[in-house]
């Protein structure tokens, strides 16, 4: 009675599965078993006498319900062995009940509940039903977003742009350190023609410490007078002037030494105090033969030496075919045209011109534009005439084929990785571009052509561009479901694009399925693991402006329950029979 007054009580349910009790005999009480034939004698049946009926299973019956049309795009009816497939707090359930629509956000639900409809959303219009499946989420407004594909460039790079024909940089073997007199300064050292090294730290005052040569072997010298300065274990030994690593102000007493490409100098004065255990390097490119003083930076600090006479060499600069220019190393740059620059950043090489920069915007499916860089540098010398290398980098030391990763960032300066081979680019003495035209670039997982096809190269200013496309075009102003659960978007424009499909859930044994209320089911231990699939298989369709309504018959119910009560009733008279029986047999005996 319970599992027919369940199925009469949801009899307008959408999509809710009648139940069915059924019934099973209990044990049996044996009288006399069973006997085989014997000769003459035939066989004989068991004796047994029944004790009453129990509950066999209340079985849940799939079969379909009637459709009821809504006239409402987003409502589905499922015909057919499937339920579909929705999510709330990562908790995967199955319904027949298609009662959905869309939220505020977008999201496909059960209105009722927030359950999130599940399938596979679309990538540029293109649905791939074999991928995993998520939440559907389309919202009115979104943008019709055309991914970039293809980049093109066009106008001219200058054919008679300067290239580097030098690089002039900081010699890096400045060292300083502080002197002592080596009359009173140090006294002990065992010269045994190894590198000695302080051993440990040697603390303000100290007037003795121990050294370690380059096999281990120790020894305990005198300092006369006492530490001015701590000095730092590892600190090298100089048999004719000690060289302490340590922070100080410069005095007469307490110079400076500096040791520039093999020259000796001594500072007896500085602007402020300067941290020598840092590495330090001259600022300037070139200090002249008279001057006396000098500027050192450590790359942020920058300090101005008084040397105890004037200079009596240049300081000069190395000469090098790759400079990275910084700060604490500038470079100075001479071009084919004579002219000179001094670099204080970037990356330079000689038989290269200066990095010409461009920038286009790049978009991605979801409509992100990205502002992506490209850098032409032009090539000089043995088989490099008219050739120029294009590259996400303005490093000009790059070379053909180098695969460039970096970044590019959308307005919001969110950064995804970008990757591209540094191509090669050449054209004939006519400025025409004579090599292959185009090339692929990576933002992602997006490809997209490079395509260099209309670039020249002509003696006259440079003016070379990029253009892209791709973009937003429309807005998402109507959605539609047909019977395969797709999910179609209908634009400003009119273009109407593919956006997602809904995900149908078939289970070997769907009324093993164990219910969780509100029409909703999760998997048994009997139920079996569900196959995501798509409508059309299995012989499972999809109505759309539908909905299926319960599968309980009302008259199969009622000739239920009226069968039921006629048992009970009947049942129960065998308890009055019974006692009347009892009662004679107790009246036989007075």
Known sequence: MDVVDNNLSNVNTVGFKSGRA??????????????????????????????????????????????????KNTDLCLSGDGLFVVKKNNETFYTRNGAFSFDAEGNYVMPGSGHIVQGWMASDGVINPTGAVG???????QPLVDATNLVTCFDNLDAGVPTITGIRVPKDDLKVGFAIDREVGIRGIPDNGKTWRFKNDV?????????????????TVTLSPAAGMEI??????????????????????????????GKQYTAIAMDSDMDLTKKWSLKQGEVSAGSNTITVTDGTNEIILTLNSPLTDNLDEDKVATAIASEAKPATITFSDGTTVVRTDGVYNVGTSLPVSI???VYDSSGTAYTLPLYFIRKEGANSDNKWLVSLSPDTSVTKGQNITTGVTDAQGNNVPASFAVTEIQFDDAGNLISDNTSILTIGTQNITVDFSKVTQLPSETTVNATSNGGVGATLTDVQIDSSGIVTGIYSNGVRRQEAQVAIAHFNNPAGLFKTGTSLYKESANSGDPLLIKAGEFDVSIMTGALEM???????????????QRGFQSNSKLITVGDEMLETAINMKR
């Open 22 to 71: 059924t019934f099973a005999d209990m044990l049996s009480q044996t009288i006399k078993g069973a006997t085989a034939a014997n000769g003459t004698v035939g066989g004989t049946n068991p004796k047994q006498i029944g004790l009453g009926v129990g509950l066999g299973s209340v079985d849940t019956i799939f079969t379909n319900g009637a459709p009821i049309t809504t006239d």
């Open 135 to 141: 939440d559907i989420k389309v919202t009115k407004g």
């Open 203 to 219: 603390p303000l005052g100290a007037t003795s410490a121990i050294i370690e040569d380059d096999d281990g072997n120790t020894a």
């Open 232 to 261: 730092p274990k590892g600190t090298d030994v100089d048999f004719e002037t000690l060289h302490v690593l340590t922070k100080g102000s410069v005095t007469t007493n307490y110079p400076i030494v500096i040791i520039f490409a």
């Open 359 to 361: 920038t286009t915007i």
């Open 550 to 564: 319960s599968n309980v018959n009302i008259a199969n119910e009622f000739s239920d329950m009226i069968i039921t």
